[in-house]
């Protein structure tokens, strides 16, 4: 993710009120990571799976805490089946959008064909970032949804903030 994109996201956790996140580094969203774990207003726990951090995020949930699971969406098809689990225990996913329009790597084409279908299958709303500007707001309005639903929901970066 470019450096002010990756701003802009702490910048909109922090806005929402997130205290946790649940990160499973990503080349895309490895600039998000890293500010985490530098910024102490954050609680930034390394997960081994996607699944294990939906838990974890989750947990927090349900502990009064807001959280986000940080993913690249290879993981989202991991985490589909703690996702399909936790009905009523919303979860925020924010996603690098590997396999979209423009990536250029081979390996992230059926990532790209078969995320929206699975968030679909899933019953999750989502929301897809390609532009720096609409960052902070998208995130609002993300938590909001989950809030008022208590559904997960999920963010997919892509386009000009990671490309």
């Known amino acids: 993710m470019k450096p002010a994109c990756a701003e802009l996201v702490v910048e909109g956790l922090k806005q929402a009120g997130v205290e946790l996140t649940a990160v499973l580094p990503d080349s895309w969203l490895y ?12 609680r930034v726990v390394p997960v081994t799976n996607e699944g294990e951090g939906v838990a974890i995020c989750a947990g927090a949930w349900l502990g009064g805490r807001k959280a986000v699971m940080i993913m690249e969406n290879s993981g989202l098809r991991v ?25 250029g790597n081979w390996w992230a084409v059926s990532m790209g064909k078969t995320t929206k279908p699975i968030l679909e299958a899933l019953s999750i709303p989502y929301a897809v970032v390609d532009k ?18 208590r559904s997960h929901v999920a963010i997919l970066f892509t386009g000009d903030t990671v490309l």
Do not use: H, W
């Open 31 to 42: 600039e998000v990571y890293r500010l985490l774990t530098q910024d102490d207003d954050f």
């Open 132 to 149: 720096e500007e609409d960052i902070v707001k998208i995130i609002e309005r993300a938590y909001k949804t989950l809030s008022a639903s």
């Open 79 to 103: 985490a589909s089946e703690a996702l399909g689990r936790l009905q009523g225990i919303p979860v925020m996913l924010f996603m690098s959008y590997r396999g979209d329009l423009g990536d």
